[in-house]
């Protein structure tokens, strides 16, 4: 009785660690599809948050001063218009 109790163990013992390697494994694998992907992330043409929020402001003062030169040049067009 003895032995089976030693080999049921030793069994036990072999499952636990093969379990551990397997879960290091997954691990290994899955840290490396973290990489794999940043890298693929990285390699893309994107934009930081901020930087986008820059041109945007950029971009809607931009209007708003070609609004301000069109009404501009309309006053001017109605002055040369009259004259």
């Known amino acids: 009785m003895q032995s089976e109790n030693r080999l049921f163990d030793d069994f036990v013992k072999m499952m636990?660690?093969?379990a551990?390697?397997?879960a290091g494994v997954g691990r290994e694998a899955e840290d490396a599809f973290?990489?794999?992907v940043k890298g693929?992330?990285?390699?893309?043409?994107l934009v930081s948050r901020e930087e986008f929020e820059v041109v945007k402001a950029m971009a809607a003062a931009a209007r708003a001063d070609a609004a301000a030169q069109k009404e501009r040049l309309d006053e001017i067009e109605q002055k040369l218009a009259k004259s």
């Open 20 to 22: 551990g390697t397997l």
């Open 40 to 45: 693929w992330i990285g390699g893309l043409d």
């Open 16 to 18: 636990n660690g093969a």
């Open 34 to 36: 973290k990489e794999r």
